[in-house]
């Protein structure tokens, strides 16, 4: 279980390389970070900094080459690929750039996709996406398909299934890059009221520098090498 | 698996062309196995029927009827050494005149002379007529008409109709033992048999011995130059039937590998499609396998809906057929041997696309690409 003192988020000295034609690139070069519980993070930085693969690493979808990570408590350094989609199931909510909706499920049912894909709860489940849709603002489009929901609302829907497995952590990569300058402002704004009222730590990926307003810090990270 | 479910009902315009060519490949599939099990049927409805377990043949004839000879000591011998019905049976394939037709227009007939039980067809009838069997309506053939057969035109009055029990592709008139050797001595003069010699002999004993088991006792008991075969075994050894079943398998074997490439390249588009939604699936924690359940569902619904419109199509088309005009035999047993054979088919066309699904990456969904 968290504890206020627990961070959500501890790197400590990661590496992650990539064999290139004979040689190595390093996507990442010894981060060290460490996210509070309820902390929002922006982390911003160019095109091609290693923002993407930082978040991949902490959210389980990558391994880090060396150095350790710790989320929630749970130390992923070592898992297997098994070990790593049970831990994304458990602890870790995505909020993708191109927002990703199933385009074939209504809103309610691609909050509903999380736990088909990972606890099967069912009912608790269901009354989760209600809840959660019900305060992003969607209940009334809840049997809609994203086709037929404008870009705000679906990045809300993308925000609620985000947050349907109750994670610790919450990566949102460019969540407001699709959205005009207001609109991606109310989205921050939601994102920050959810994180706060549920005490989830976030960070957040992105190049605009407006959004980091909108979070607890903000770090740069330029060539793998987090900076200030 | 729901959510596989869920967009075949949501998006069915996406399934629809390969549910019409897997539709096509059913019936494709269903109908030549149908010509399959009606040529064989034409070929060898009549030995199928026999409801025997061992047929004794003379060795030298090759279990070829017009060939062989069983003389009324090896029946004593069996009978006397096995608690069994021992009947005759023999055949002679003629042309029957037909009233009303021309001279020249007859109809080939298989006339049997039986004394064991034969499925579909009652106890022989009184001398002089026979049980037809119902292809020869094409014929123009009705219950009553006497037949003139061969070339010394022997009478025999049709007294009912019986169900496909052909032999060569001949439609079957079964007769007494008697009847049955009066139409051979008068019209293959070459191959009369006196009182008491049949072609060859049925040995009926229903109980706790198997077919093969009998067979042997028989062909023991009948001895040298003799050999009993079971039912399965005769058909086999009719000419041709097995060339027949080999190459009409070949056939199938080849239109189900069509359905496999048809059902493969389909999930292996929809998977190059979805590459990036399933990324984002496993990002959020979906596993490889329940990814590759849903097109396994999807594979198996959409050959489940192909295969029952073609069984329905196959047997609208054997309902339309005029009987005896093409060797179409529709089976409830091949029409679900078929959909299984494509169930089968699109599981394994699935396979195709694991090793793709395995290989996407979540890392994928992040990044914007």
């Known amino acids: 279980m968290l504890t206020s003192t627990q961070p959500a988020l501890e790197m400590t000295d990661v590496h992650k390389t990539y064999p290139m034609a004979g040689s190595e690139v390093v996507a990442l070069g010894g981060a060290t970070l460490s996210v509070g519980s309820d902390e929002i993070v922006a982390l911003v930085g160019p095109s ?26 749970e130390d992923i350094t070592a898992y297997e690929a098994k070990q790593l989609t049970k831990f994304r199931q458990e602890q870790v909510g995505f909020v993708f750039q191109t927002v990703n909706l199933v385009p074939f499920l209504t809103a309610r049912e691609n909050l509903l996709v999380v736990d088909e894909m990972g ?16 305060e992003l603002g969607l209940a009334e489009r809840a049997k809609n398909l994203p086709g037929e929901l404008s870009g705000g609302e679906r990045q809300r829907v993308a925000i609620g299934r985000a947050l349907m497995n109750e994670p610790s952590l919450v990566l949102f990569d460019e969540p407001t890059s699709s959205l005009d300058t207001e609109l991606g402002s109310q989205v921050m704004e939601l994102i920050r009221m959810e994180m706060k009222t549920r005490g989830t730590a976030a960070i957040v990926v992105t190049h605009d520098e407006r959004i980091t307003q909108f979070c607890d810090r903000t770090i740069g990270i330029v060539d793998g090498i987090l900076g200030p | 698996m729901r959510i596989a479910l869920l967009e075949m009902r949501r998006q069915p315009s996406k399934f629809a062309a390969a549910t019409l060519i897997l539709t096509l490949v059913a019936v494709l599939l269903m109908f030549l196995g149908g010509l399959l099990d009606g040529l ?27 060939r062989s000879r069983v003389e009324p000591s090896t029946r004593t011998a069996i009978e006397s050494g096995l608690d069994a019905d021992v009947g005759g049976l023999g055949v002679v394939q003629l042309g029957a005149r037909v009233p009303g037709n021309g001279p020249r227009d ?20 009184a001398s002089g007529s026979a049980w037809a069997d119902e292809n020869l309506k094409v014929d123009g053939v009705q219950v009553g008409d006497e037949l003139l057969l061969g070339p010394s035109r022997t009478p025999i009055v049709v007294a009912g109709w019986v169900s496909s029990a052909s032999y060569n592709g001949q439609a079957s008139l079964w007769v007494d033992a008697d009847t049955w050797r009066m139409v051979l001595n008068e019209n293959r003069p070459d191959g009369a048999l006196t009182e008491g010699v049949f072609q060859a002999l049925t040995v009926s004993m229903p109980g706790t011995m198997t077919a093969t088991e009998v067979a042997e006792t028989v062909q023991n008991l009948a001895g040298a130059g003799f050999i009993a075969l079971t039912v399965p075994e005769a058909i086999d050894a009719i000419p041709g039937v097995t060339q027949q079943r080999n190459t009409f398998n070949q056939i199938l074997g080849v239109t189900v590998l069509i359905a496999l490439v048809v059902i493969g390249l389909f999930f292996a588009l929809l998977t190059v499609e979805r590459t990036g939604l399933y990324a984002v699936l496993k990002a959020v924690g979906a596993k490889s396998s329940t990814i590759f359940m849903g097109l396994v569902v999807q594979s198996v619904v959409l050959t489940a809906v192909a295969a029952a419109v073609a069984s329905v199509a196959v047997i609208a088309i054997d309902a339309a057929i005029p009987p005896g005009s093409i060797p179409l035999f529709v089976s409830p047993q091949r029409l679900i041997m078929s959909a299984g054979q494509l169930v ?14 395995l290989r996407i990456d979540p890392a994928t969904a992040l990044g914007g690409s």
């Open chain 2, 106 to 125: 007859l109809a080939n007939v298989a006339v049997w002379g039986y004394q064991t039980s034969v499925s579909g067809v009652p106890s022989p009838p």
């Open chain 1, 48 to 73: 091609g900094s290693g923002k993407t693969t930082l978040c991949s690493i902490a959210g389980g979808i990558l391994s880090a080459s060396s150095g350790s990570v710790i989320v929630n408590g």
């Open chain 2, 344 to 357: 089968a088919a699109a599981v394994l066309g699935c396979a195709f696309s694991l090793r793709r699904i």
């Open chain 2, 40 to 66: 064989i049927r034409n070929s060898t409805g009549a030995i199928e029927a026999l409801e025997t377990e061992a047929i004794v043949f003379s060795e030298s004839s090759q279990a070829s009827l017009l």
């Open chain 1, 119 to 134: 606890r099967r709860e069912r009912a608790p489940a269901r009354r989760r996406a209600d809840r959660l849709l019900g």
